[in-house]
C-alpha cells in the first residue's frame, strides 16, 4: 500500500495547549494525527511515516517529558528519535516498558502507513505526576488497547483522550479492542472534571462532555439493536452486515484486523 502525506500542517496554540495536526492519507483511509504539550509534557509523538511534518513542532515545543497514551506505532513512532535528540524521559503504562527496548512487530498495511517503531526505553507511568506547574491524574482507560490510558490535566481541567474517542459512531474497530471495555472506559472519564477533551486523531473536542455521551449512547443503542437480531436467530455474520452494510475500506485493506465483526462479537459474547 503506498501513502501520501498531506502537506498541509497545522501548528497551534489554543490556550495552555500547543499542538500539531498532520493528516495522513491512502487510497483507503485519511486520518489526522495530533501531539500535545502542555506545561512542559509533551503527549504521544505520532508516527514515524510523519517524522518531518512533525520536527519542525518538536523544534519549537517546550518540553521535558513525553507521556504515551497507549503502545500504537502512530503514538509511538517518534519516541526513538526523541529519545536521542532531546533526552527527555519517555513514561507509558507499566504493562507496556518491556515492549519498547524491543523491534516491535507491526502488520504490513500498518508500516507502510504509519511506519515501524524504533526501539526506545520507557518508565512505568505513575497514577499521579506533577509537571512544571500541574497536577495530574493518569486514568486507566482500556479498550482500544489493554495499556490505553486517559491523562488528566488536573490543574487545568484538560482531559486528553489518546485513542479512547476518535469518532462518536464507531464502525469498526483493531481485533485486539475490546469495545466492551471502551463503553466502561468512556462512562468512567465522565466522573471526572474535566473541561476540554483532546483526542489525538479527532482534536480538540467541541462540546466534550456530550461528544463522550454521544458515543457512549451510540454503543448502547448498538448493543440493543445487535441482541435484538441475535434473538431473531441471526448469527454474527448477518447481524453485522445487517448493521453496517457499508463496507469500510480498511477492513479489506487490513486482512479483517479492523472490522465491524470485532464490535458485533464482543456484545454477542456479553449477551
Ligand atoms: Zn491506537
New binding site residues.
Given amino acids: 500500500m503506498s501513502y501520501s502525506v498531506e502537506t498541509m500542517r497545522d501548528v497551534f496554540q489554543h490556550e495552555d495547549v500547543f499542538g500539531v495536526n498532520c493528516t495522513i492519507k491512502t487510497p483507503e483511509i485519511a486520518m489526522a494525527v495530533h501531539s500535545y504539550v502542555i506545561d512542559g509534557v509533551l503527549i504521544d509523538t505520532g508516527s514515524k511515516t510523519l517524522r518531518h511534518e512533525f520536527e519542525p513542532f518538536f523544534k519549537e515545543a517546550d518540553f521535558d517529558q513525553i507521556v504515551l497514551t ?1 503502545f ?1 506505532e ?2 509511538t513512532g517518534n519516541a526513538a528519535i526523541l529519545e536521542k535528540e532531546y533526552g527527555a524521559p519517555i513514561f507509558i503504562h507499566q504493562m507496556s516498558t518491556h515492549l519498547t527496548p524491543n523491534e516491535t512487530r507491526v502488520p504490513l498495511y500498518r508500516k507502510a502507513v504509519w511506519g515501524g517503531v524504533e526501539p526506545f526505553s520507557s518508565k512505568p507511568l505513575p497514577r499521579t505526576f506533577k509537571s512544571r506547574n500541574d497536577d495530574w491524574t493518569v486514568i486507566d482507560t482500556p479498550g ?2 489493554k495499556d490505553h490510558v486517559a491523562l488528566l490535566n488536573e490543574s487545568k481541567g484538560i482531559l486528553f483522550t ?2 479512547l474517542f476518535i469518532t462518536p459512531k464507531t464502525k469498526v474497530v483493531i481485533v485486539d479492542e475490546n469495545i466492551l471495555d471502551t463503553l466502561d472506559s468512556l462512562k468512567k472519564i465522565l466522573i471526572f472534571q474535566f473541561e476540554d477533551i483532546y483526542c489525538q486523531h479527532a482534536g480538540r473536542l467541541k462540546k466534550p462532555h456530550q461528544m463522550i455521551q454521544m458515543k457512549i449512547d451510540y454503543l448502547e443503542e448498538l448493543e440493543g439493536k445487535i441482541l435484538n437480531l441475535r434473538k431473531e436467530g441471526k448469527d454474527v455474520h448477518t447481524i453485522t452486515a445487517e448493521l453496517f452494510p457499508k463496507i469500510n475500506p480498511i477492513v479489506q485493506a487490513s486482512n479483517t484486523e479492523w472490522s465491524p465483526l470485532h464490535i458485533v462479537r464482543a456484545f454477542l459474547n456479553r449477551g
Fill in positions: 497507549h500504537h502512530d503514538h482500544h488497547t489518546g485513542d
